[in-house]
């Protein structure tokens, strides 16, 4: 009787403790970190697909940057610290926007050099005004906003943003851009707040 | 040999039933969607609506003001030597006239756009929802066309309404 209270003792503790192993977040190395925020399966990074542009939205965790930076040699690992406190208190993300017809998202569908001009004026200046995030019940403007122009070498354009966290609490986000000149109309991305739970940890050697 | 025979057979029915059901299941369907409601319900449509309708009843408050302005300075001009009035009378008809017009045209442009728009959006979203429910076809009619009979259980414009919604939202990856 008592060996058998024993071996499902046993048999609970096996079961709990292969749940707490499998609910525990992972330790990555900086490539693999930034190989897996990538991934599209792992939700932080979302793509909305139409006829001729397709947008995808990053979600860049601060950790995200630093493995980044690391790989690239753009800080020493004393600067780590410093460099966490002063990218902390942001949402970071990267939206890019990809032509699927052109080699150029700027000359998608125009019809003159001037929409060109118009084009590149509105996405280095009055674009930032029509994006905006939602994060749980608060709707916030980007504080940080870039537009990395290629001059034509790829088919898309990148826009880094930044965002003023609302809490601490980790909410929904939900990107909002009111397209003006890509015929797309309104676009809202979101990112669930159980994969931003889910990020593993940055481990760095 | 005898004993096997019963359960061989049993074991063989089973694995036929579940095939036949997963075939079933897997076979690819034809739906219809009342593409008109599906329209009407769409939540890019309706916010675009919205605006749409602000913008038009602000500039029709606009018209209708400088409109009464005219209404008064006619009244106002009591004979045709009237001439400072009469000049004013024709500056503001004319620019009347003209804002009228700009109104008109940019009000079909922005109709034109934000159509564009919603088509562009709400097709995609469609072609999404028939590949992840495995649709062959989605048949489309509006109110009073098209399809002359369907069974009830093929209508998925409900569905669709809801999918293309969370879609467009961004709850729907």
């Known amino acids: 009787m008592l060996i058998k209270e024993m071996k499902s003792r046993i048999q609970v503790l096996i079961v709990i403790i292969i749940c707490l192993c499998s609910c525990g977040k992972k330790n990555l190395s900086t490539a693999d970190y930034v190989s897996w925020v990538e991934n599209e399966s792992n939700g932080l990074s979302v793509t909305k697909s139409f006829e001729d542009i397709k947008y995808r939205l990053l979600y860049k965790p601060v950790d995200y940057i630093l493995a980044k930076e690391l790989i690239n040699n753009a800080i020493e690992k004393n600067e780590i610290e410093s460099r966490k406190k002063e990218l902390g208190s942001m949402n970071y993300f990267t939206l890019r926007i990809e032509s699927t017809t052109s080699n150029e998202l700027m000359r998608v569908n125009i019809k003159s050099e001037d929409e060109y001009y118009h084009r590149l004026e509105y996405f280095m200046s009055y674009m930032q005004d029509d994006i905006y995030l939602v994060d749980g019940t608060d709707t916030i403007s980007p504080n940080l906003f870039h537009f990395e122009r290629n001059y034509g070498l790829a088919p898309f354009n990148d826009f880094v943003l930044g965002f003023t966290k609302a809490s601490e609490k980790v909410n929904d986000l939900y990107l909002i851009y009111n397209d003006q000149v890509l015929e797309t109309g309104k676009i809202n991305i979101k990112i669930n707040k159980a994969d931003i739970s889910g990020i593993p940890n940055l481990i760095i050697n | ?173």
């Open chain 2, 1 to 173: 040999m005898n004993k096997l025979t019963v359960p061989v057979a049993l074991i063989a029915l089973c694995i036929s039933i579940t095939c036949m059901v997963m075939l079933f299941s897997q076979k690819q369907k034809t739906v219809f969607v009342n593409i008109e409601t599906v329209y009407d319900e769409f939540l890019m449509k309706k916010e675009l609506e919205a605006k749409f309708d602000n913008v038009a009843s602000v500039r029709q408050q606009i018209l209708d003001s400088l409109k009464l302005e005219l209404t008064i300075l006619s009244k106002s001009i009591t004979s045709k030597n009237d001439v400072e009035k009469i000049n004013a009378f024709q500056a503001k008809r004319q620019a009347y006239s003209l804002k009228e017009q700009n109104y008109l045209e940019s009000t079909e442009q922005t109709n034109e756009q934000y159509k564009t728009q919603i088509w562009k959006q709400l097709s995609q979203y469609i072609k999404k929802f028939g590949s992840k429910n495995n649709y062959q076809y989605i048949l489309g009619f509006e109110n009073k066309s098209a399809v002359l009979y369907g069974d009830e259980a093929e209508d998925v414009t409900a569905e669709m309404s809801s999918y293309v919604n969370n879609a467009y939202k961004g709850d729907e990856k």
